[in-house]
């Protein structure tokens, strides 16, 4: 079945440092890839998202790129902030053609990301 | 425009006991999804409707979890009766058009469940 893996975490920064968290998929059919953002207290928030190989999403300075011949989807930014310390999780979409995946969402466990001062 | 509301926000009860949660989505949308957040874990679907229908309950462990969306509007998820493995923080999702179109699901805040 579809799953998604992300590094462990936590992960902790000082600020204006690089940030990557690295996501790996398998999926049978032809996956959308997202990265969605929960603050502390918030529900879930879409990042941003690719819906096909070499596709780039991006948003608020984050970045991922859809590799499909590695099966990744790693998340960047050149320079975090204090305000970008949330849970990061990467997820999938699974579309395969004449199926019935219904287009549920699999997630990753979460990394949980804390920039300092 | 307002988001996807839910209630409680937090609920404690002891084991055997049984609970239920609401959930209002964005005016309009038709599909409508409850995930189970276990602590330390990504978001796991539950089940999945289309307007009043279910489109997917394959997750639902449906000897103790049942969900209705009686209007096609909101919906109630049911726990009855808990298990301390039910402790999760358990979410509501909504997206405009149907569950095989690519579009948006927007989330709840969530309603962070412990069992004793």
């Known amino acids: 079945g579809d799953s998604v893996t992300q590094m462990e975490g936590p992960v902790t920064l000082s600020e204006e440092a690089f940030l990557t968290i690295n996501c790996t998929y398998t999926?049978?059919?032809?996956?959308?890839l997202f990265w969605y953002v929960q603050y502390p207290g918030e529900g879930l928030q879409l990042l941003l998202k690719?819906?096909?190989?070499?596709d780039k999403g991006s948003n608020k300075g984050f970045e991922a790129t859809y590799r499909k011949e590695t099966t990744s989807f790693h998340l960047e930014k050149g320079s975090v902030q204090v305000s970008d310390s949330a849970v990061y999780f990467c997820a999938l979409r699974d579309w395969r053609a004449g199926g019935t995946s219904y287009g549920k969402l699999t997630f990753g466990q979460g990394t949980i990301l804390t920039v300092h001062p | 425009e307002a988001g996807v509301a839910q209630s409680p926000r937090y609920k404690i009860i002891e084991k055997r006991q049984s609970v239920a949660f609401w959930c209002n989505p964005i005016?309009?949308?038709?599909?409508l999804y409850w995930y189970q957040q276990i602590l330390g874990q990504g978001p796991k679907l539950l089940i999945q409707?289309?307007?009043?229908?279910?489109?997917?309950d394959s997750q639902l462990p449906k000897d103790r979890f049942s969900a209705e969306r009686l209007k096609g509007v909101d919906s109630t998820l049911k726990i009855q009766p808990a298990k301390l493995e039910d402790s999760a923080v358990y979410l509501c999702a909504s997206s405009s058009r149907g569950p095989l179109e690519n579009n948006e699901q927007f989330f709840g805040p969530g309603t962070r469940l412990t069992v004793l």
């Open positions: 690719a819906t096909k190989a070499d």
């Open positions: 999926a049978t059919g032809y996956p959308s």
């Open positions: 409707f289309q307007n009043n229908g279910v489109v997917d």
């Open positions: 005016s309009g949308h038709a599909t």
